[in-house]
C-alpha cells in the first residue's frame, strides 16, 4: 500500500508540475496576475508530493519490502542500515527519483525564499523549473519505475554492490545530485530573463546566490567521489579523468565562470548574453553527464547498468530542453544590451579572462570525454582519450587561471595599471620565489612541473592573503585603522578569499601528490620490515575477520619513525558473499606532509606472507583541505546578507537597480 | 540480448586478480620502472578505463607480464607498445596517437583556446568602438568619501 | 554578424545531439580487430590434458578453419557449444580451440568431456599467448582464418545458427573458392 503511495504521490506530483509548467507562464505573458500567484503553491505542493513519493520508496528500503522489484535488485535484510537509506539512491530508478526530489526542492526554495523576486520573473522561473521537472518524471514513469512490484516475492534481496557500501559513496550522490540540480536555478532563471527581454544587476543578484550554493554542492560532491576512489580502489589514485568524472567537472567548470562572470553583470552592467549562455550550458552539461552515465554511449567504471530505451528518453529531454534553450538563446539573445565599459586590465577584465580559460578548458574536457564516440559514429575506428590527453591540454590553461587568481582581485574595477600592480606584488614575487627555492632544496628529485606547481600553489595562497591585506592597509595604516577595516570587510570577499586560498592549497596537494608519491609494492612475511619515506612499515601478519555483511582479511602493520611507534594500520581485503564480489580497504593515516597508505593483497605461500602495497602519498591530505575551504567560502559567501538566498534588503535592490556601476 | 551478454563476458572476465604482483615484476630496476611506465599507458580491454597497470583483470595481468617479457627480450618501449597495438589498435592507448584520425583532437584544443582571445580580442574592440570613453569623471569630494566608505566591503 | 554568434551554441548542439544519437546505436564494449586480413601472429600452445598435439600458428596454414576461443569458467561458451558439436557432427570445416585461462589444468579437459570436444585441434592458454596473439578481449570469440592463415573475420560472443547461416558460413565457402 505503500509502495502504492509512493507511485501514486509521483503522478500527482506530474500533475502539479504540468499546472505549474502552464498557467504561470501565460498569466505572466497576459499580465494575468491570479495565474501567475499560481506558480508558488504549485512549486510548494510539487515537492510535497514528491517527497511523499521519496519517502515511500525509503520505507520500502528500510523494511526490506521485497515486493518491489528495485529494493530485490538493490537491497538485502542482512544489510547495515546506513547502506538500506543510500541504497535508495544507489541504483538508477532510486537515483532518479531523488534527481526529482532535488529539482523539486529547489523549485519550492525559490518559491519560499523569491519572496522579493518582481512577479513575472518569478512566475516564469517557476514555470520553467516545473517544465524541466515535467520531463524527468515522465522520464522516471515511463521508463525507470522504481515502484515496480514483483511477484511472487523473493525471500531475500540480491544485496548492494559493495564498492557503493562505504560512507563516503553513500553520501557522495546527494552532494552532486544537489549540484548538478542546483544549476538548474541559474538556468530557469536565464531562460525567465531571455522570455522577458531583460538582464539586469539585479537579475545577476539573483541569480548569484544559487549559483553558488549549487557550485558549492558540486565541488563537495566531486570532492567526495575523489575521497572515495582514493581509499577504496587500492592504488592511491584519485582522479582519473575518467567519463563519469568529467561528466561532473564539466558543469563545475562552467558554473565556475558563470559564478565570475554574474559579477560582471551585476557590476558592470556587460556581458548578459555571454551569462545567460553560461548559465544555460552550466545545467545543460549537468543534463549531458545524466545521459553519458546512464545511456551507455560510453564507457566507465562507474556507468548504471544501461538501457537503450532510456538513452533514447534522455536524449530527446536533452533535445527539448538544450535545444529549445539554446533556440531561445539565438532568438532573444541579441536584444539583451550591455551598458557598461571596462578595460582589459582591470577586475572585470582579470574576470573575462577567467571566463576565458575556464570555458576553454571546459570545451576541450568535453571533446576529449566525446571524442571517442565522434570517432566511431563516423567510423573512424576506435581509440581511448586517457589521462594523459587531458592533463596534456588542461594544465596548461590552469597555469595562467592560477597566475591571474591572485592579481585579479588587486585590480581596481574598470580599469587598472599592470605595471603598477607589479610593483605592489614584488613581496608576493619575493615569497613565491623562496617557495619555489625550497621545493627545489628538499625535493631536488622531483620532475621540473613540481616546480611550477608548487610555485603557483605558493603565488596565489600568498597573493590572496596579501589582497586582504592590501583591503585593510595592513602596515600601512595604524593597527587600529586596519582592524577597523577588517572588520569591514564583508562575507562576500571573505568567502572569495577563502575560495582562492583553498584552491592554492588544492594545487600543492595535487602537485605534490602527482610528483613525489613513494611507492612499494611486496610479498612481506610476518616480522619483515620495509622503510618507505622516513617510516618503518612492519608487517605484523593477517587473520581472518568478520563485518556485518562480509568477510574480510585484516592485515596488521605497526610503523615506527625514528624507532619510536607512530601507529598502527590495519588494511582489510572484504568479500561480500551476498553479491560475490571483493573490496579493499585501504589503511591511511594522515600526517600534515602526506598520508601513510596501506593496502593488503592475496596470500602468499603457507607462511603467513602477503602481497602488501604501501604508499606514501605526499600533502595528499591538502588536496581534501583546499575543498574543505573551497566549500567553506561559499557558506560564508552565501551568508552575507547581500546574497541571502534572493532576498535582498530593499534598500540595497533599490541601489543595484538604480545605479549598478556605483554599487 | 546481445549487449546484455557481452557485458556478462566482460564481468566474468573482470574477476579481481589484482593491480600489478610483485610476482611479475622484474629484478632489473631500470627494466622495470620501463615496464610500469609502459604499462600506465596501455589501457585495459576488458575493464575499460584503467591502464593494465591498476587493472585486477586476469587480461591486463597476462599482458603485464607480456611487456616484460617483451622488453627482456631486448625489445625498445616503442616496439612493444607497437606489438601490443598491432593485436588491439589504437583502443589501447590511453595517450591517442597523433594522426589523421586524431587532429580534430589535438588540434582543437590550441584552437578553442585561439578563437576564444580571438572573440574577446573582438569584445573589447567592438565595446570600444561603440563610443563611450571609459575615462571616468573626476569624482565629487562627497563621492569620493562614499568610496572610501564602501571600499572596505566589496564584494569579489 | 551579431545573430549568426547567437546561433552558433544551437548549431553546435544540434551536431552534438546527432553524434550522440548515433551513439546510442553503438555498442562501446565491443572492440573490432584490428588483424582483420593480417596473417595470424606467430604463437605456440602446448596440448591440454588428454591430447597428444598443441595448437601453433602453422596449423592454420592449408586449409579454411575456425578458430574458437573458449573456457570452462565462460557461461557464453557453454551457450554455443551445442552448436559447434552440430557443426563438428556435419564435418564442414575445421575447429580449432583456444582453450584459454583456465583455473587449472583439469578444468577445460573436463568440461569438454561433458559437454562433448568439437575441437581439431586445442592449444592450452593459461597466459593469454593464443588470446593476445588474436587480440582477443573476452570469451567467446570465434575467427575465420583462410588457407594461407590469414585473418578474415572475428566473432564476438555465441555463434548462433542465424549468424553462421548469414556471415560466416558464405564466408567460408567464398574463400574455399579462392
Given at each position: 500500500?505503500?509502495?502504492?503511495t509512493?507511485?501514486?504521490?509521483?503522478?500527482?506530483?506530474?500533475?502539479?508540475?504540468?499546472?505549474?509548467?502552464?498557467?504561470?507562464?501565460?498569466?505572466?505573458?497576459?499580465?494575468?496576475?491570479?495565474?501567475?500567484?499560481?506558480?508558488?503553491?504549485?512549486?510548494?505542493?510539487?515537492?510535497?508530493?514528491?517527497?511523499?513519493?521519496?519517502?515511500?520508496?525509503t520505507?520500502?528500503?528500510?523494511t526490506?519490502?521485497?515486493?518491489v522489484?528495485?529494493?530485490?535488485?538493490?537491497?538485502?535484510?542482512?544489510k547495515?542500515?546506513?547502506?538500506?537509506?543510500s541504497?535508495?539512491?544507489?541504483?538508477?530508478?532510486?537515483?532518479?527519483?531523488?534527481?526529482?526530489?532535488?529539482?523539486?526542492?529547489?523549485?519550492?526554495?525559490?518559491a519560499v525564499f523569491?519572496?522579493?523576486?518582481?512577479?513575472?520573473?518569478?512566475?516564469?522561473?517557476?514555470g520553467?523549473?516545473a517544465?524541466?521537472s515535467?520531463?524527468?518524471?515522465l522520464?522516471v514513469?515511463?521508463t525507470?519505475?522504481?515502484?515496480?512490484?514483483?511477484?511472487?516475492?523473493?525471500?531475500?534481496?540480491?544485496?548492494?554492490?559493495?564498492?557503493?557500501?562505504d560512507?563516503g559513496?553513500?553520501?557522495?550522490?546527494?552532494f552532486l545530485?544537489?549540484?548538478?540540480?542546483?544549476?538548474?536555478?541559474?538556468f530557469s532563471?536565464?531562460?525567465?530573463a531571455?522570455?522577458?527581454?531583460?538582464?539586469?544587476a539585479?537579475?545577476?543578484?539573483?541569480?548569484?546566490?544559487?549559483?553558488?550554493?549549487?557550485w558549492m554542492?558540486l565541488?563537495?560532491?566531486?570532492?567526495?567521489?575523489?575521497w572515495w576512489a582514493?581509499?577504496?580502489?587500492?592504488?592511491?589514485?584519485?582522479?582519473?579523468?575518467d567519463?563519469v568524472?568529467?561528466?561532473?567537472?564539466?558543469?563545475?567548470?562552467?558554473?565556475?565562470?558563470?559564478l565570475h562572470s554574474a559579477?560582471v553583470?551585476?557590476k558592470?552592467?556587460?556581458?548578459?548574453?555571454?551569462?545567460v549562455f553560461l548559465?544555460?550550458?552550466?545545467?545543460?552539461?549537468?543534463?549531458?553527464?545524466a545521459?553519458?552515465v546512464?545511456?551507455?554511449?560510453?564507457?566507465?567504471v562507474h556507468?548504471?547498468a544501461?538501457d537503450?530505451?532510456r538513452?533514447?528518453?534522455?536524449?530527446?529531454?536533452?533535445?527539448i530542453v538544450?535545444?529549445?534553450?539554446?533556440?531561445?538563446?539565438?532568438?532573444?539573445?541579441?536584444?539583451?544590451?550591455?551598458?557598461?565599459?571596462?578595460?582589459?586590465v582591470?577586475?572585470?577584465?582579470s574576470?573575462?579572462?577567467?571566463?576565458?580559460?575556464?570555458t576553454?578548458?571546459?570545451?576541450?574536457?568535453?571533446?576529449g570525454?566525446?571524442y571517442?564516440?565522434?570517432?566511431?559514429a563516423?567510423?573512424g575506428?576506435?581509440?581511448?582519450?586517457g589521462?594523459?590527453?587531458?592533463?596534456?591540454?588542461?594544465v596548461?590553461?590552469?597555469?595562467?587561471?592560477?597566475?591571474?587568481?591572485?592579481?585579479?582581485?588587486?585590480l581596481?574595477?574598470?580599469?587598472?595599471?599592470?605595471?603598477?600592480?607589479?610593483?605592489r606584488?614584488?613581496?608576493v614575487?619575493?615569497?613565491?620565489?623562496?617557495?619555489?627555492?625550497?621545493?627545489?632544496?628538499f625535493?631536488?628529485?622531483?620532475?621540473?612541473?613540481?616546480?611550477?606547481?608548487?610555485?603557483l600553489?605558493a603565488?596565489?595562497?600568498?597573493?590572496?592573503l596579501?589582497?586582504i591585506?592590501?583591503?585593510?592597509?595592513?602596515?600601512?595604516?595604524?593597527?587600529?585603522?586596519?582592524?577597523?577595516?577588517?572588520?569591514?570587510?564583508?562575507?562576500?570577499?571573505?568567502?572569495m578569499?577563502?575560495?582562492?586560498?583553498g584552491?592554492?592549497?588544492?594545487?600543492?596537494?595535487i602537485?605534490?601528490?602527482?610528483?613525489?608519491t613513494?611507492?612499494?609494492?611486496?610479498?612481506?612475511?610476518?616480522?619483515?620490515?620495509?622503510?618507505?619515506?622516513?617510516?618503518?612499515?612492519t608487517?605484523?601478519?593477517a587473520r581472518?575477520?568478520?563485518?556485518?555483511?562480509y568477510e574480510?582479511?585484516?592485515?596488521?602493520?605497526?610503523?615506527?619513525?625514528?624507532?619510536?611507534p607512530?601507529?598502527?594500520?590495519?588494511?582489510?581485503?572484504r568479500v561480500?558473499?551476498?553479491?560475490g564480489?571483493?573490496?579493499?580497504?585501504?589503511?591511511?593515516?594522515?600526517?600534515?606532509?602526506?598520508?601513510?597508505?596501506?593496502?593488503?593483497?592475496?596470500?602468499?605461500?603457507?607462511?603467513?606472507?602477503?602481497?602488501t602495497r604501501?604508499?606514501?602519498?605526499p600533502l595528499?591530505?591538502?588536496?581534501?583541505a583546499?575543498?574543505v575551504?573551497?566549500?567553506?567560502?561559499g557558506?560564508v559567501?552565501?551568508?552575507?546578507?547581500?546574497h541571502?538566498?534572493g532576498a535582498?534588503s530593499r534598500?540595497?535592490?533599490?541601489q543595484?537597480?538604480?545605479?549598478?556601476?556605483?554599487? | 540480448?546481445?549487449?546484455t551478454?557481452?557485458i556478462?563476458?566482460?564481468v566474468?572476465l573482470?574477476?579481481?586478480?589484482w593491480?600489478?604482483q610483485?610476482?611479475?615484476?622484474l629484478?632489473?630496476?631500470?627494466?622495470?620502472?620501463?615496464?610500469?611506465?609502459?604499462?600506465?599507458?596501455l589501457?585495459?580491454v576488458?575493464?575499460?578505463n584503467?591502464?593494465?597497470?591498476?587493472?585486477?583483470?586476469?587480461?591486463?595481468?597476462?599482458?603485464?607480464?607480456?611487456?616484460?617479457?617483451?622488453?627482456?627480450?631486448?625489445d625498445?618501449?616503442?616496439?612493444?607498445?607497437?606489438?601490443?597495438v598491432s593485436?588491439?589498435?589504437?583502443f589501447?592507448?590511453l595517450?591517442p596517437p597523433?594522426?589523421?584520425?586524431?587532429y580534430a583532437?589535438?588540434?582543437?584544443?590550441?584552437?578553442?583556446?585561439g578563437?576564444?582571445v580571438?572573440?574577446?580580442?573582438?569584445?573589447y574592440r567592438?565595446?570600444?568602438?561603440a563610443?563611450?570613453?571609459?575615462?571616468p569623471?573626476?569624482?565629487?569630494?562627497?563621492?569620493?568619501?562614499?568610496?572610501?566608505?564602501?571600499?572596505g566591503d566589496?564584494?569579489? | 554578424?551579431?545573430?549568426v554568434?547567437?546561433?552558433l551554441?544551437?548549431a553546435?548542439?544540434?551536431v552534438i545531439?546527432?553524434?550522440?544519437?548515433?551513439?546510442?546505436t553503438?555498442?562501446?564494449?565491443?572492440?573490432?580487430?584490428?588483424?582483420?586480413d593480417?596473417?595470424?601472429?606467430?604463437f605456440?600452445?602446448?596440448?591440454?590434458?588428454?591430447?597428444?598435439?598443441?595448437?601453433?600458428?602453422a596449423?592454420?596454414?592449408?586449409?579454411?578453419?575456425?578458430?574458437?576461443?573458449?573456457g570452462?569458467?565462460?557461461?557464453?561458451?557453454?551457450?554455443e557449444?551445442?552448436?559447434?558439436?552440430?557443426?563438428?557432427?556435419?564435418?564442414?570445416?575445421?575447429?580449432?580451440?583456444i582453450?584459454?585461462?583456465?583455473e587449472?589444468?583439469q578444468?577445460?579437459?573436463?568440461w569438454?568431456?561433458r559437454?562433448?570436444?568439437p575441437?581439431?585441434?586445442?592449444?592450452d592458454?593459461p597466459?593469454?599467448?593464443?588470446?593476445?596473439?588474436?587480440?582477443?578481449?573476452?570469451?567467446?570469440?570465434t575467427?575465420?582464418?583462410d588457407?594461407?592463415?590469414?585473418?578474415r573475420?572475428k566473432?564476438i560472443?555465441?555463434?548462433?545458427?542465424?549468424?553462421?547461416?548469414?556471415?560466416?558460413?558464405?564466408?567460408?565457402?567464398e574463400?574455399r573458392?579462392?
Open positions: 500500500m505503500i509502495v502504492e509512493g507511485h501514486f504521490a509521483l503522478v500527482m506530483a506530474l500533475v502539479v508540475a504540468l499546472v505549474q509548467a502552464t498557467l504561470p507562464l501565460i498569466g505572466a505573458q497576459r499580465g494575468n496576475e491570479a495565474w501567475m500567484a499560481m506558480a508558488r503553491p504549485a512549486a510548494i505542493a510539487q515537492m510535497l508530493f514528491v517527497s511523499v513519493s521519496f519517502g515511500c520508496l520505507y520500502a528500503y528500510l526490506s519490502d521485497f515486493s522489484l528495485n529494493v530485490v535488485n538493490n537491497s538485502h535484510s542482512a547495515p542500515l546506513i547502506y538500506k537509506i541504497g535508495v539512491w544507489g541504483n538508477h530508478e532510486g537515483s532518479m527519483l531523488l534527481w526529482v526530489l532535488i529539482l523539486a526542492v529547489f523549485g519550492a526554495a525559490v523569491g519572496a522579493n523576486l518582481p512577479p513575472t520573473l518569478k512566475a516564469r522561473v517557476l520553467v523549473q517544465l524541466v515535467v520531463g524527468f518524471f522520464f514513469l515511463f525507470s519505475n522504481p515502484f515496480e512490484r514483483i511477484l511472487p516475492a523473493p525471500p531475500d534481496g540480491h544485496g548492494l554492490n559493495p564498492l557503493l557500501q560512507p559513496l553513500a553520501i557522495h550522490p546527494p545530485y544537489l549540484g548538478y540540480v542546483g544549476f538548474s536555478i541559474a532563471f536565464a531562460i525567465a531571455l522570455i522577458e527581454g531583460r538582464v539586469d539585479a537579475w545577476a543578484r539573483w541569480v548569484r546566490p544559487w549559483t553558488l550554493a549549487a554542492f565541488t563537495a560532491g566531486i570532492g567526495l567521489g575523489s582514493y581509499y577504496e580502489l587500492g592504488w592511491g589514485g584519485w582522479w582519473f579523468w567519463p568524472e568529467n561528466a561532473s567537472f564539466l558543469p563545475w567548470l562552467s558554473g565556475t565562470a558563470l559579477v553583470v551585476e558592470r552592467d556587460t556581458l548578459k548574453g555571454w551569462t548559465a544555460i550550458v552550466t545545467f545543460s552539461l549537468s543534463l549531458l553527464g545521459f553519458l546512464r545511456s551507455g554511449v560510453l564507457t566507465s556507468a548504471f544501461t537503450p530505451a538513452g533514447v528518453f534522455i536524449l530527446v529531454l536533452l533535445l538544450i535545444g529549445g534553450s539554446f533556440a531561445l538563446f539565438a532568438w532573444r539573445g541579441p536584444s539583451l544590451k550591455a551598458s557598461g565599459l571596462f578595460l582589459p582591470s577586475r572585470e577584465g574576470l573575462l579572462l577567467n571566463n576565458l580559460l575556464l576553454t578548458a571546459a570545451a576541450v574536457v568535453l571533446l570525454t566525446l571517442p564516440l565522434f570517432l566511431d563516423i567510423g575506428g576506435k581509440v581511448s582519450v589521462a594523459p590527453f587531458f592533463n596534456a591540454v588542461f596548461p590553461l590552469m597555469v595562467p587561471l592560477l597566475v591571474a587568481m591572485a592579481i585579479g582581485p588587486l581596481p574595477w574598470k580599469r587598472g595599471d599592470l605595471v603598477a600592480i607589479f610593483w606584488v614584488q613581496l614575487l619575493g615569497l613565491t620565489g623562496a617557495a619555489v627555492f625550497l621545493t627545489w632544496v625535493a631536488a628529485d622531483g620532475p621540473m612541473f613540481a616546480l611550477l606547481g608548487m610555485g600553489a603565488w596565489l595562497a600568498v597573493g590572496t596579501f589582497e591585506g592590501e583591503r585593510t592597509r595592513l602596515f600601512r595604516a595604524s593597527m587600529a585603522e586596519s582592524g577597523r577595516r577588517l572588520r569591514r570587510v564583508s562575507r562576500a570577499a571573505w568567502g578569499t577563502a575560495a582562492h586560498f584552491v592554492a592549497v588544492l594545487v600543492a596537494g602537485t605534490a601528490s602527482s610528483a613525489w613513494v611507492e612499494s609494492i611486496q610479498t612481506m612475511r610476518p616480522g619483515e620490515t620495509v622503510q618507505i619515506a622516513g617510516y618503518d612499515f608487517f605484523e601478519g581472518d575477520t568478520r563485518g556485518p555483511n574480510a582479511v585484516t592485515g596488521t602493520f605497526t610503523v615506527t619513525r625514528d624507532e619510536r607512530f601507529t598502527v594500520l590495519r588494511p582489510e581485503r561480500y558473499p551476498v553479491e564480489q571483493q573490496t579493499t580497504e585501504a589503511a591511511i593515516r594522515s600526517t600534515f606532509l602526506g598520508d601513510l597508505y596501506a593496502v593488503i593483497g592475496e596470500a602468499e605461500g603457507a607462511d603467513g606472507a602477503f602481497v604501501l604508499y606514501f602519498n595528499v591530505p591538502w588536496i581534501w583546499g575543498l575551504i573551497m566549500c567553506i567560502g557558506v559567501s552565501l551568508s552575507d546578507r547581500r541571502r538566498v535582498p534598500r540595497h535592490r533599490a543595484a537597480v538604480e545605479s549598478p556601476a556605483a554599487a | 540480448m546481445k549487449r551478454l557481452t556478462l563476458i566482460l566474468l573482470a574477476m579481481p586478480a593491480a600489478v610483485p610476482g611479475e615484476m629484478d632489473d630496476p631500470a627494466l622495470e620502472a620501463r615496464a610500469r611506465t609502459i604499462s600506465k599507458d589501457r585495459c576488458v575493464c575499460q584503467q591502464s593494465i597497470d591498476d587493472s585486477d583483470a586476469h587480461l591486463a595481468r597476462d599482458l603485464r607480464v607480456l611487456v616484460r617479457e617483451r622488453l627482456v627480450a631486448g625498445s618501449d616503442r616496439e612493444v607498445v607497437d606489438y601490443v593485436r588491439y589498435g589504437d589501447v592507448l595517450t597523433f594522426k589523421p584520425a586524431t583532437l589535438w588540434f582543437a584544443p590550441p584552437l578553442i583556446a578563437l576564444g580571438l572573440a574577446v580580442f573582438f569584445y567592438r565595446r570600444r568602438s563610443g563611450v570613453a571609459v575615462e569623471r573626476p569624482l565629487t569630494e562627497e563621492q569620493r568619501k562614499r568610496v572610501e566608505r564602501l571600499l566589496e564584494p569579489p | 554578424m551579431k545573430r554568434i547567437y546561433i551554441p544551437l553546435a548542439f544540434v545531439a546527432a553524434y550522440l544519437g548515433v551513439g546510442l553503438r555498442d562501446p564494449h565491443t572492440l573490432p580487430s584490428v588483424l582483420i593480417q596473417e595470424v601472429p606467430p605456440s600452445l602446448a596440448a591440454i590434458e588428454g591430447r597428444e598435439k598443441g595448437f601453433s600458428s596449423d592454420l596454414i592449408g586449409e579454411v578453419s575456425l578458430v574458437n576461443v573458449f570452462s569458467w565462460c557461461v557464453a561458451c557453454r551457450i557449444h551445442p552448436f559447434l558439436m552440430r557443426l563438428k557432427d556435419d564435418n564442414v570445416v575445421p575447429i580449432h580451440g582453450n584459454w585461462r583456465e587449472n589444468r578444468a577445460g579437459p573436463a569438454l568431456a559437454f562433448g570436444d575441437y581439431t585441434l586445442i592449444g592458454d597466459e593469454s599467448k593464443g588470446a593476445i596473439a588474436f587480440g582477443v578481449s573476452g570469451a567467446p570469440e575467427f575465420i582464418v588457407a594461407r592463415g590469414v585473418i573475420y566473432h560472443g555465441p555463434i548462433t545458427p542465424e549468424v553462421w547461416e548469414s556471415t560466416l558460413w558464405p564466408l567460408i565457402q574463400l573458392k579462392g
